[in-house]
């Protein structure tokens, strides 16, 4: 069953702007919102990077490659976390990946994948 549901992904032009979801479909919402969520990507051939991550108490974090470009933020009510992408660089062309955690578990989206081009 799913855990994590990424959606949003597509092709976008150099400079242009996408919105990433993903839903926690079996949570209920006090789990949901005590969780630390985060957006990662993984580039062709790279490693899987942090890109910018979001605690229960809403502190966030960004990578400085993003910082500036992108927003992350919660729906708690809808068990939700999005990432808006702003002025896209081709250089981020990856598969983007929602992870959850929660005291000491943690779980992985299927991943919804970007392509930025000309």
């Known amino acids: 069953q799913v855990q994590l549901a990424e959606s949003g992904g597509g092709s976008v032009q150099v400079g242009g702007s996408l919105r990433l979801s993903c839903v926690a479909p079996?949570?209920?919402?006090?789990?949901?919102?005590?969780?630390?969520m985060a957006w990662y990507r993984q580039p062709p051939g790279k490693e899987r990077e942090l890109v910018a991550s979001?605690?229960?108490?809403?502190?966030?974090y960004y990578a400085d490659s993003v910082k500036g470009r992108f927003s992350i933020y919660r729906d708690n009510s809808r068990k939700k976390t999005f990432l808006q992408m702003n002025d896209r660089k081709p250089e981020e062309t990856a598969g983007y990946y929602c992870?959850?955690?929660?005291?000491?578990?943690?779980?992985w989206g299927e991943g919804t994948q970007v392509t930025v081009g000309q």
């Open positions: 992870h959850q955690r929660r005291e000491s578990e943690t779980c």
């Open positions: 079996r949570n209920i919402f006090s789990v949901f919102s005590a969780s630390d």
């Open positions: 979001i605690t229960s108490d809403r502190a966030v």
